[in-house]
């Protein structure tokens, strides 16, 4: 990948908190268009990683560029409004309002006047599949929903770029298969470029062109589904050991793959 | 998918609702009522429209102001720059321009001016203070408190220090009261259905997350700051066109904590609940008012030691917010049929929440 085309990129980007490096020379690019991967153990630096590529993370050394615009130091309502939207962990839904004006919020966040953005949430909520959630307030939502709900509110008016930030966490496989199917269509459909990032890594196989792992703070490797599968070093980082013991998942995926 | 009504259409029954009623209340008050009763309906609708102005920016921001009154004062005293007869001035406010010392204004152009001198005011320090969040913005707005009142009791020649300024001309009534708090209530509403109303109250919700929606946080604070300030301006204004003097001691704490407790009452977050608390806590001062004057039972009066109306009054707030944490409205608005369906609707919602954390 050479710089300059449609991705998102960071590059060499260090970040600490008090000392302690969250983020050391990290590079990671995400095209247009294409689903991008993002795993690592807990507290390897996703989420810092992903604050950084939004906009809510000052970045310490190493720049943050939208298809050549360098981006340190912008807001992230700023960033929203250039296309690079994002999901939480969390799901953080306006849990008062009804889930219509959830998606409304970003519409007019994004300079539409009300009616603009409602007809472009009830747009997205076809698109989707739930259109019958308009009017039920989001706080009320099952897990799944409030999901669905936060990829809705992430995809109004199109953005460039989607950063999912653990989007399966809780879902039964299942469920998990339909956000695969939603993931590949914003990918194929809209023209986003996606960074997924997961614990389920049966999930991020699956989906991603091109997977990044991140370990205490580094990437450790990057390649295709079948290399990552295939290395020695991830393996390292997620069992801890060096035992030639297969990941459940990677198991499952193999198999199924044969 | 049926098409969605457009929000003034869904929405739009609650400014009606709120407006009629205190209509027909001040055609009650003016037909019936004393002379002193009509000066209590003036002060209640005055403070409707400082409570419906702290809902603009509390109820959307979820911030809590202890500085709007500071905004009043700004409005009451350019109504008094503005509406006192020259020759008073000339004695009273030396220190007056020149060109202001001579001008008299009536309140209908005095009122709007004083009102946007304040807005005004709101839009220079709120791009200050509107950066901060939570508690630190809300100490902040005390500071601007403070050093309002301190100005505004100390620059003797231009607002007479400590003592009052007199010679407005006292052109209110109840009529005017209440045009007054109707068009409070108009802006407040048609700030709640805006743009920046919807960002606003988003971010009340989760900032993080509307931040990640595009919203510029701070922008919005702001407009509502401002939108704010205005109302209040214009309430202060009206004040002192009522009281026809103004004194810096009137937009102090008192005003302060009583109109923010007027707020908290009637439910914080609705514009219903702003209008609520003041009619509910105005009709509890005046009852414990009369009742510390005395009443008269056959020969016997009756009369309670002056003093018990602040103690009942804070000791019913505790109740009131003690079963109805959220205010006597439940954060909800008056609408056709919604608001007793929707206090039903509220509560599955509300242990589904529960649930789910």
Request: proline share 4%.
């Amino acid at each position: 990948m050479t710089s300059g085309g449609l991705e998102l990129g960071a590059r060499d980007v260090s970040v600490q908190f008090e000392g302690l490096k969250a983020l050391s020379k990290v590079t990671l690019t995400v095209p247009r268009g294409r689903i991008t991967g993002l795993i690592g153990p807990n507290g390897a630096g996703k989420t810092t990683l992903i604050n950084v590529l939004t906009g809510f993370q000052p970045v310490g050394t190493g720049t943050v560029d939208l298809e050549g615009e360098v981006l340190n130091g912008i807001a992230a309502h700023k960033l929203r409004r250039k296309g690079v939207a994002r999901t939480f962990q969390s799901g953080r839904l306006f849990r008062d309002l009804p889930v219509v004006d959830n998606l409304e919020v970003t519409g007019v966040g994004m300079g539409q006047t009300r009616r603009e953005a409602i007809t472009e949430a009830e747009r997205v909520m076809t698109w989707l599949g739930i259109s019958h959630l308009g009017s039920t307030i989001a706080g009320a939502l099952p897990y799944t929903d409030e999901r669905r709900v936060a990829i809705g509110r992430a995809i109004m008016c199109t953005p460039r770029y989607l950063l999912l930030d653990e989007p399966a966490a809780g879902m039964s496989e299942h469920e998990s298969h339909d956000l695969a199917v939603i993931i590949r269509r914003i990918a194929g459909e809209l023209g986003v470029g996606v960074l997924l990032i997961e614990h389920n890594i049966g999930l991020v196989l699956e989906l991603c062109e091109r997977i990044f792992v991140l370990d205490s703070g580094e990437i450790i490797e990057v390649g295709a589904p079948a290399q990552i599968r295939d290395s020695d070093a991830v393996r390292h980082a997620y069992m801890g050991t060096q035992r030639d013991e297969v990941i459940p998942a990677l198991a499952a995926e193999m198999g199924a793959a044969s | 998918m049926s098409k969605r009504p457009s929000v003034i259409r869904q929405t739009m029954l609650t400014p009606i609702v709120l407006i009629v009623v205190l209509l027909v209340m001040a055609a009650l008050s003016y037909q019936f009522g004393t002379r002193a009763f009509n000066r209590t309906a003036v002060e209640m609708f005055i403070n409707i429209m400082v409570v419906v102005g702290l809902y603009v920016f509390v109820g959307n921001s979820g911030l809590l102001s202890f500085g709007h009154i500071s905004f009043m004062c700004l409005g009451a005293y350019m109504t008094a720059w503005l509406a006192i007869p020259p020759v008073m001035k000339s004695i009273t406010l030396k220190g007056l321009p020149a060109w202001l010392l001579h001008t008299q204004l009536p309140m209908w152009v005095a009122t709007p001016i004083s009102g946007v001198f304040a807005a005004l005011f709101a839009l220079i320090v709120g791009r200050v203070i509107m950066r901060l969040s939570g508690i630190a913005a809300s100490i902040a707005t005390f500071g601007l408190l403070g050093v309002v009142n301190n100005v505004y009791s100390n620059w003797d020649s231009v607002t007479g220090g400590q003592g009052s300024i007199v010679g407005i001309p006292p052109t209110m009534n109840v009529w005017i009261g209440w045009l007054g708090a109707a068009v409070a209530i108009v802006i407040a509403y048609l700030y709640a259905i805006s743009r920046s109303g919807l960002a606003l109250r988003a971010t009340r919700d989760e900032s993080v997350a509307a931040s990640a929606s595009g919203i510029d946080i701070v922008r919005e604070r702001l407009i509502a700051f401002v939108v704010s300030a205005f109302i209040i301006g214009i309430a202060g204004a009206l004040y002192a066109h009522f009281l026809s003097i103004v004194n810096p001691g009137a937009f102090y704490l008192r005003t302060t904590f009583i109109t923010l407790s007027m707020l908290v009452v009637g439910g914080m977050y609705s514009l219903s609940g702003a209008v609520t608390g003041v009619v509910t806590i105005s009709v509890l001062i005046e009852l414990f008012r009369n009742l510390e004057k005395g009443i008269s039972l056959g020969a016997l009066k009756v009369a309670l030691p002056n003093g018990v109306q602040e103690i009942a009054i804070g000791i019913i707030t505790i109740v009131i917010l003690m079963y109805l944490p959220t205010g006597l409205t439940r954060n909800q608005e008056f609408s056709w049929r919604g608001w007793p369906m929707l206090r039903r609707l509220s509560r599955p919602v509300r242990t589904a929440m529960k649930e789910l954390n």
